[in-house]
């Protein structure tokens, strides 16, 4: 029998392993993550705004290793033996016939390690119930979000809305060290997302960066000085540093270069943000849509690789994308429609429901959606 090993159970790790579901008992799977669950990161800035409760996200990976046949061992990879295919770290290392590499990414310090040990960031669950604590905590004056693109923006805007609602006059502050926020966006979704910040009342500082960390005080690069100030960091992801041990180059956020099968050396292959698939001469962007077919592709292709058959290319369906603002005012481009207002809320929401893993985890996200302020303890 041949054996693979998947490192990462996020959306990547989990489809490329309901995939490999399919060949039980010609295949071993065993599938490596530190965390108990898989975690759905869509709805994370839900969590920090009070939204929608932590427990709606996380689907217990020994659940899915039941369900989808594969063993799960909760650890943590930080070895990789390519050649060998063999991975290890503080348990007994296994090797495989393959490997999948799906680990994801997180947010990047740029190498800022008092940036790291002060800021909270928006990485899992946890994290997003860390924000919405504090936010409760009424010890602090501002909540600075660093970072102006989509999930900056969203943060923003959801824990705008939660003090709103508290009649609460704390500030949000969004800052953004390019000259306007959304870079890259069409110039009419940048200007819509503008307005609606605005509309928020939240406070947009483009053009400006942190420079200092004081006592519970942030000061940008004006010197603006922001007293009892929670910094909330959204400036940018890249890929885990198991990656950086493995030989050869990286492309954006260092990801890992692969092949059009997802490939990147012998039986090993990359799904998901970890992988630097190039599509229309860059790396393709990051989200779930993208992550997910990956996952089966590269799953597919290494056991067509194993069984010494050509592997198919991954073509990517690019649906679009929507800017979620948490006052109903999204906005976005669909199928290559251009959406905003409340129908790109609603079709956002549809579409997180629909790819959210289990029953149980939809019926409670859509719970919580209809019912605002029922997921706060
Ligand atoms: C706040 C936020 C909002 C987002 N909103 C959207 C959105 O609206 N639409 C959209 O399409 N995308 C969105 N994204 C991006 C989307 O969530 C990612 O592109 C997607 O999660 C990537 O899937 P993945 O499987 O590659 O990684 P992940 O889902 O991150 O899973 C990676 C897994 O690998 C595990 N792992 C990491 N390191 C190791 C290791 N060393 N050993 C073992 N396991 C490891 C992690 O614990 C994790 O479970 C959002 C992301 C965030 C953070």
């Not at 504090?134 to 909540?143: E, I, K, L, P, Y």
């Not at 709103?164 to 200007?191: I, N, T, Y």
Request: aromatic residues 8%; charged residues 25%.
């Amino acid at each position: 029998m041949k054996r693979i090993l998947i490192v990462g159970g996020g959306f990547a790790g989990l489809s490329a392993a309901r995939r490999l579901g399919r060949l039980r008992g010609r295949v071993e799977v065993v599938l490596f993550d530190p965390r108990p669950a898989s975690e759905f990161l869509p709805l994370l800035p839900d969590v920090a705004g009070g939204r929608i409760g932590g427990e709606r996200l996380r689907y217990s990976l020994q659940a899915a290793a039941r369900r989808f046949g594969f063993r799960f061992v909760q650890a943590e990879v930080s070895k990789i033996d390519l050649a060998n295919r063999r991975v290890g770290g503080g348990f007994d290392e296994e090797a495989g016939d393959g490997l999948l590499i799906a680990c994801g990414s997180h947010t990047d310090f740029y190498g800022n390690r008092e940036l790291a040990a002060r800021a909270l960031t928006l990485d899992c669950v946890a994290d997003g119930e860390r924000i919405a604590a504090a936010v409760r905590d009424g010890g602090w004056q501002t909540f600075l979000v660093c970072g102006g693109g989509y999930t900056g923006i969203e943060i923003a805007t959801h824990l705008k809305n939660r003090l709103r609602h508290a009649q609460d006059r704390r500030q949000v502050v969004l800052v953004e060290r390019e000259e306007r926020v959304l870079k890259g966006l069409p110039e009419s979704l940048r200007r819509y997302a503008e307005d609606n910040l605005q509309r928020c009342g939240i406070e947009v500082r483009c053009g400006r960066t942190v420079e200092e960390l004081a006592e519970e005080a942030v000061v940008l690069d004006n010197g603006e000085r922001l007293p009892k100030t929670l910094l909330i960091w959204s400036a940018g992801v890249r890929t885990p540093q198991l990656l950086d041990g493995l030989p050869g180059e990286r492309v954006g956020q260092s990801r890992l270069p692969v092949d059009q099968n997802l490939r990147f050396a012998p039986g090993c292959f990359a799904a998901g943000d970890a992988a630097g698939f190039q599509w229309q001469g860059r790396p393709l962007r990051m989200g779930i849509q993208f992550s997910l077919k990956q996952g089966a592709r590269a799953a597919d292709n290494l056991w067509r690789e194993l069984n010494h058959r050509e592997g198919r290319a991954f073509r990517p369906f690019d649906p679009g994308y929507i800017v979620p603002m948490a006052n109903n005012r999204s906005c976005g481009r669909v199928l290559g429609v251009r959406m905003r207002g409340r129908p790109a809320t609603l079709l956002h929401y549809f579409m997180c429901v629909y790819r959210t893993w289990g029953l149980r985890n939809r019926l409670g996200a859509i719970r919580d959606l209809l019912l605002p302020g029922r997921s706060e303890p």
